[in-house]
């Protein structure tokens, strides 16, 4: 497939992708045996990750999904997080694992947990497929993070920018000349 030509470059290939979320999903299987499970997805951006981790994972699970925006086309947090769709069902009492796509600020994350602890769930574990280098304003607890990343703007594998590339198989840094006009 030839690269795209908004981007500069490869950051993660789709090999290196499919080989991290196995072993994530290996480690999920291994921590949560004998329990149930809700993996929550937060819309978009982690709907191509979830879609990969629950089948990496060997036991059953439900998927839930929620939508969050805090981002606008942008390429900067605007730190406003609106939940623009809630989860489907009840999280009370379960075990409730967070497929958030890429930790940031983590202002999201950190929204997203205290709103969902209020409902009284088992546990709350994050599984954060990218988490950026030094750019965490507020602290969450990542249990699971596929991989660290330098501070820069990319997109693919469900990431966007203005809701384009989400359907790149790889991760890759979006050319500046892209957003800066
Ligand atoms: P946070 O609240 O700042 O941690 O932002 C998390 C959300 O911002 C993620 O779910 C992404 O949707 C989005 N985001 C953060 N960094 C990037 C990026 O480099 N590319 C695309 N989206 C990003
Ligand atoms: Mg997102």
Redesign the pocket.
């Known amino acids: 497939m030839q690269l795209h030509p908004d981007i500069s470059e490869v950051v993660l290939t789709e090999e290196q992708i499919k080989a991290r979320v196995a072993e994530l999903g290996a480690q999920i299987t291994a921590d949560y045996a004998g329990e149930d499970l809700v993996v929550v997805s ?1 819309l978009r ?2 709907a191509i990750y979830m879609a990969d981790l629950v089948r990496a994972i060997d036991m059953d699970v439900e998927m839930d999904f929620m939508a969050v925006s ?2 606008g086309d942008g390429v900067t ?1 605007s730190g406003v997080i609106n939940v623009t769709k809630d989860l489907s069902s009840s999280i009370e009492g379960k075990n409730v694992l967070i497929a ?10 950190a929204y997203l947990i205290e709103m969902l602890r209020a409902r009284n769930p088992k546990s709350i574990t994050v599984a954060a497929f990218l988490k ?1 280098d030094g750019t965490q304003k507020v602290d969450v607890d990542c249990k699971y993070v596929g991989f660290a990343c330098p501070d ?4 693919g594998y469900g ?3 203005a809701e384009h590339y989400r359907n790149l198989p790889y991760i890759g840094i979006l050319k500046p000349s892209v957003y800066e006009n």
């Open positions: 937060v951006g982690a805090s981002y947090s958030e796509d890429i930790l940031d600020t983590g202002q999201t994350l950026k820069g703007f990319i997109v990431l966007d920018y």
